[in-house]
């Protein structure tokens, strides 16, 4: 009665939305894991407002230069589905808003001040995103 309430009768929760639920959080780790991964092999940072030692060019960084801040939206949106919280899916766009003024731009402004010319070739070469 109490989930009735809260979710305003705009429930979704079906099969296939905790199927999708999971397929979102599992790909969303998974894209954070191999981030990490590959940025401790360069010996590079993952705390967002460090310089970076390194360009990262190599492993996911070849398919997405945000690939931890992907995954962070992937999991936001598999938990909207998981909870069924459909009212609750307009804080996606909110949440990359933030994830782009609070962090990619500052940490793109760095990496053009430090590393620019490999910078500059790396982003024309992969998106942001996907």
Known sequence: ??????????????????FLA????????????LAASEMRK???TVIPHLNA??????????????????GDVLILAGLILRWDAVSALPLISVFVSILEHRFIVLEKNRLHITISANFVK???????WL
């Open 42 to 44: 360069h010996r590079t």
């Open 22 to 33: 999971g397929l979102l959080l599992g790909a969303g780790i998974l894209l954070m894991l």
């Open 53 to 70: 030692d390194h360009l990262v060019v190599s492993g996911i960084f070849k398919r997405s230069r945000n690939p931890n801040y992907l």
């Open 1 to 18: 009665m109490q989930s009735d309430f809260l979710n305003f009768g705009l429930s979704i929760g079906s099969v296939w939305s905790d």
């Open 122 to 128: 790396y982003c024309q070469r992969v998106r942001q």
